[in-house]
């Protein structure tokens, strides 16, 4: 069974430029979640999505939106990217229960 | 002050010894904890999970919660150089509530 993906892997933008980055879930989960790493701040909750619908947001500014697809694929956007975005987004699905989220990789984002 | 802390090490224990790694919380309405480990350049991978207080053992690994000290923590026995990674601590409040709080991640290094 093919777990989690994320594109791109890697991804290097400059201030005030936008990006998009995409995660497709395990065959059969419908929740997606994303998260920001860094060293400082950790692991922080964006945002989860459930059958297209955002059912869970984290304390993120306006910049930072998703959404998800009719096959549970899920997109991130940044918007007016700021050098502080700089950080690993991972996304996570579920099948039905939160304890039970699957990471995928993660995008490596740094912004110049 | 963060919701959950988490000291960050590094720990260096040898071969063979005993992992010993814990978190702090401050909100009793969590419920439910769980213990992730990441590689470097991976995304994090669920090891354990537990309802409320209380005790749970999968192989080597065993996670414990006490509810009362708002302490939980995860004991790695007979530790092998393959546990090298850091660990990180979530939890959440509601069984349906995506939203994880993790801790920072200890990173832990195991010495052949």
């Known amino acids: 069974k093919a777990g989690v993906t994320q594109t791109p892997r890697y991804l290097i933008k400059t201030r005030g430029q936008q990006v998009t980055l995409s995660c497709s879930p395990i065959?059969?989960?419908?929740?997606v979640s994303w998260y920001q790493q860094t060293p400082g701040q950790g692991l922080q909750f964006l945002f989860e999505y459930f059958s297209e619908t955002q059912r869970n947001k984290g304390n993120f500014p306006g910049r930072f939106s998703g959404r998800q697809f009719s096959n549970s694929r899920s997109e991130m956007n940044v918007s007016t990217l700021e050098l502080g975005d700089s950080a690993l987004y991972l996304c996570?699905?579920?099948?039905?229960?939160?304890?039970?989220?699957?990471f995928g990789p993660g995008t490596r984002l740094t912004v110049l | 002050q963060k919701e959950v802390e988490q000291d960050p090490g590094p720990l260096s224990v040898p071969e063979g010894a005993i992992v010993s790694l814990n978190c702090t919380y401050s909100n009793s309405a969590f419920q439910y904890f769980m213990w992730y480990r990441q590689y470097s350049r991976k995304g994090p991978e669920l090891l354990m999970y537990?309802?409320?207080?209380g005790n749970k053992e999968d192989g080597r690994f065993t996670a414990q919660v006490d509810k009362s000290s708002k302490y939980i923590s995860l004991f790695i026995r007979d530790s092998q150089p393959s546990d090298s990674a850091t660990y990180l601590c979530?939890?959440?409040?509601?069984?349906?509530?995506?939203?994880?709080?993790f801790g920072a991640g200890t990173t832990v290094t195991v010495r052949a």
């Open positions: 065959s059969g989960h419908r929740s």
């Open positions: 537990t309802y409320s207080s």
């Open positions: 996570a699905s579920s099948l039905a229960a939160p304890n039970e989220q699957f």
């Open positions: 979530a939890m959440s409040h509601l069984l349906n509530d995506y939203k994880l709080s």
